[in-house]
């Protein structure tokens, strides 16, 4: 339905054609517009592991931390529908991989990915200022790996975080020492009253649940993906423990998400503390919901 609309709507800003040029625009735009529904219906959600059929349906069908950069960044205009006199909205896959507006030859994600960048026609418009290098890089970066659909665990309907506290690993970690120690404890907070422990750039715990007990063996081959201030995108895989643990430098502040079988969470906000355990204990500090829950 969108597409026939764009279609009828398109020719008549283009006041300088003729009357056969319209006509001959007219089935084009309408062959493309549909040509792009259709790639978007047939992209199935559990094509990138299998594990996510059935939450789909319900999500934009963008990976989260895209779909989180979309809403804090563009839906303000970019709304369904849009508003604001901007052109379409940029709220679902299908918006995403449908060609731009005013520029057929492009998807509306690629002249995005170009809009953010041009200081003379700049998206958000000025006086906003452009968005984060974080947020730039998360859009670059889906787009540079050829705009693979997703979906975010959290749009299931039910909250993931309604999950008693329990043990899921049934096993406790009694290291004293060595990065399988003290899985869910945070790290950094002990190790700076020990003068012999490192400071880590970025430690923490994966756990499968989203309220499990400190020292409790987390999940391991977890992947934490962080990219912090310059872009620079760092990836630490959980151990049996669950911990994860780095000691290189990290520009502040990062960006967060944990990545297994195809699927992600995405922490929204930007980070200035390494250390993740502090804020994401049993049953979350600092407004976090819980454990670094496994996606
Ligand atoms: C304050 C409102 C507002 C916000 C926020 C905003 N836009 Fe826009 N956008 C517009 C308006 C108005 C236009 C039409 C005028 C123009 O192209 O400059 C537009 C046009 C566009 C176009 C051009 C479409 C075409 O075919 O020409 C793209 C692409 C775009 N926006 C992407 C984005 C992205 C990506 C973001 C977030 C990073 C964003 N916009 C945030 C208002 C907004
Ligand atoms: C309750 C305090 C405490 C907590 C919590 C803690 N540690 Fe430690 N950790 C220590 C102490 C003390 C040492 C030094 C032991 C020694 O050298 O004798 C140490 C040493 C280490 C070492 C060895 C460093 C080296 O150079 O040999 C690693 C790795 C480590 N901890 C990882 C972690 C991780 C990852 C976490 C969080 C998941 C963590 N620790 C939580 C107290 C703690
Ligand atoms: C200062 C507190 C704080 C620290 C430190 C922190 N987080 Fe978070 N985290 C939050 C909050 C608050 C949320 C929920 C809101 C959001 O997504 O921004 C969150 C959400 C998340 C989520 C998404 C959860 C979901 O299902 O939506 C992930 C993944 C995550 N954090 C990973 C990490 C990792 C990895 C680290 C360490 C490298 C870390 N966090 C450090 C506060 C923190």
Known sequence: ?????????????????????????????????????????????????????????????????????LKNDCRSCHSKPPIGGAPMSLDSYSDLIAPAPTNHSLTVAALSLMRMQDASAP????????????????????????????????????????????CTSNTYST???????????????????????PIFALAGTAYPTAHEPDDCNGVSAMQIVIVDANNRSITLTSNTAGNFDYSGS??????????????ERAMSAAQTNGDCNSCHTETGASSAPGRIMAP
């Open 123 to 166: 998206m958000p418009p000025s006086p906003a200022s452009l968005v984060s290098s974080g947020d730039l890089s998360i859009f670059q970066n889906w787009v540079n790996s050829g705009m693979p659909s997703g979906t975010c665990s959290t749009d299931g309907g039910t909250d993931p975080y309604g999950t008693p506290v329990v």
């Open 175 to 197: 290291a004293r020492e060595g990065s399988r120690m003290a899985p869910g404890q945070a790290c950094n907070n002990c190790h700076a009253s020990s003068g012999e422990a």
């Open 250 to 263: 990290v520009a502040l502040p990062y960006h967060a998400k944990i990545v297994a079988n195809g699927r």
């Open 1 to 69: 339905m969108d597409c026939f609309v764009k279609a009828v709507m398109e020719p008549t800003s283009d006041s300088s054609s003729s009357m056969f040029d319209t006509c001959l625009r007219f089935s084009l735009v309408f062959v493309l517009g549909c040509t792009a529904m259709e790639t978007a219906r047939t992209v199935p959600y559990d094509g990138d592991g299998g594990t996510n059929s059935g939450t789909g349906s319900s999500g934009s069908g963008l990976p989260c931390d895209v779909d989180t950069m």
